[in-house]
């Protein structure tokens, strides 16, 4: 069995966008700020999707109505994942952690297999206003400009670096099509379903394993 080795992929990729220890420092140096401002930046993030019919229906339940339950949930992983970005480090576990994210989105669960994929172009789109949502409370916290335009070009490196990894997880640009309503039918109990929901509960582990071996080497 072939391991591609994701460290390696992350370090070149680094290179290419010219990420380095100078932007990890200011992505770092940004934490505090950011962080004292993670409930508005998830929330202004998920706000933004349900502007749009193509992207607010993955927050809706089968009858329609607006999951708020979900929503918080996300608005939470969002956090942890701004919290995973400026403690960003190139080793094993973080490109399993992006990955984990990007299975989850281009692989929809049993209970959500009618609303299909997560289309991956929209998985750009969020980071694009995600770039922009932290350059501007950066713009509004730092007195610097010139320290605003550098921490804002490490954030976008980093982002970008990101993103390719998020991007490796869709495999290709074919979506996963919808399925039927939760009820219509008994496809959830074949083997084949079985097969895919197990997988994302591996994926699910890891991540959960990521977490707390980040948490524990914060400590």
């Known amino acids: 069995m072939t391991i591609f080795d994701w460290p390696a992929r992350m370090a070149q990729m680094a290179e290419f966008v010219g990420f380095t220890d100078d932007d990890l ?8 700020i950011l962080l004292a401002r993670a409930d508005e930046l998830t929330s202004a993030v998920y706000e933004y999707l349900m502007k749009f019919p193509a992207t607010a229906r993955f927050f809706l339940t089968p009858e329609g109505d607006v999951d708020e339950i979900r929503l ?3 608005k939470h992983s969002l956090a942890r994942w701004l919290t995973h970005s400026i403690d960003f480090r190139i080793d094993e576990q973080f490109p399993v952690f992006l990955l984990a994210i990007s299975v989850v989105h281009s ?3 049993l209970e959500r297999g009618y609303l299909g994929s997560v289309p991956a172009r929209f998985m750009i789109g969020t980071m694009s206003f995600a770039q922009t949502a932290i350059a501007s409370v950066l713009s509004e916290e730092m007195a610097d400009p010139v320290r605003v335009l550098q921490t804002s070009m490490a954030w976008n490196k980093l982002l970008m670096l990101q993103l390719d990894v998020l991007l490796a997880g ?3 640009e074919t979506p996963v099509p919808a399925t039927e309503m939760p009820g219509q039918n008994d496809s959830d109990g074949t083997p084949e379903g079985a097969e895919a929901e197990g997988m994302r509960q591996v994926l699910t582990n890891i991540l959960d394993g990521n977490r707390e071996n980040g948490t524990a080497q914060g400590e």
């Open 25 to 32: 420092a200011l992505v770092r140096e940004s934490g505090p």
């Open 170 to 172: 869709y495999v290709n």
């Open 107 to 109: 692989n929809p669960s």
């Open 72 to 74: 918080e949930r996300r």
